[in-house]
């Protein structure tokens, strides 16, 4: 897999800074703006918002400028089947195809989410996202890669309007199961295990949650 360029660095910050909060679904993004407040140039901001463009975590919008995806309940939950999906179907190629060390990459990743339990929530988000690309990297398949990367985005926009740092051992407890099932090489249950760790955001009323956070920043 090719090495992560200064714009999906770039790219990656600005999620970061949406799961931070400051910027909520909807938001104008203003490439100065960004640039000054992540301390980066103005050069790789543009060619990022581009990208996130092309992965639909950003939209365009006539003399309104570029603005951070809007979500409603049934975009939410369309984007949440596909992450699913794609996901189940590299857990199963992993378990046909992958290596024992690409298995054990994985493994580390999932021990590093565990170790961010006493970070701050934008370091655990960073690791859970580092878990699920792990086991994607491990299939040995670029198409599949750079597909959920452009999903994985737009699910790190929903998840940041819901993530607790409160669930981080429960998480990393399915992250293990799901990795011990892909070890033993049972699709079957590494798939239901993956399947029940990404049921709960199926049911999110995000909505109902954007409006709170929006309420609270005084929108």
């Excluded at 655990?124 to 580092?130: G, H, L, S, W």
Aim: net charge negative; with cysteine; charged share 25%.
């Amino acid at each position: 897999m090719k090495p992560r360029t200064l714009v999906d660095q770039s790219a990656d910050l600005i999620i970061d800074a949406a799961s931070e909060g400051v910027f909520l679904p909807g938001d104008r993004l203003v490439e100065a703006d960004i640039a000054r407040q992540l301390g980066i140039s103005r050069v790789p901001v543009r060619e990022a918002l581009r990208l996130l463009e092309s992965q639909g975590v950003v939209i365009s919008i006539p003399y309104r400028g570029m603005r951070l995806m809007s979500v409603t309940n049934p975009t939410a939950a369309s984007i949440a089947r596909v992450r699913s999906a794609l996901e189940a179907m590299a857990v199963r190629d992993c378990v046909a195809h992958a290596s024992d060390e690409a298995l054990a990459e994985v493994r580390e990743a999932a021990r590093l989410y565990r170790a961010s339990a006493t970070a701050e929530p934008t370091v655990q988000r960073r690791a859970d996202r580092a878990f699920h690309r792990a086991i994607c990297v491990a299939t040995g398949n670029a198409t599949l890669l750079a597909t959920w990367s452009a999903i994985a985005r737009q699910v790190a926009v929903l998840w940041s309007l819901v993530h607790s740092e409160d669930g981080t051992g429960m998480l990393a407890d399915q992250h293990d199961a799901i990795v011990d099932a892909m070890q033993a090489r049972d699709a079957a249950a590494a798939v239901e295990r993956l399947e029940t760790h990404l049921a709960p955001v199926m049911v999110v009323d995000f909505e109902a949650v954007l409006h709170r956070r929006m309420a609270e920043r005084g929108n």
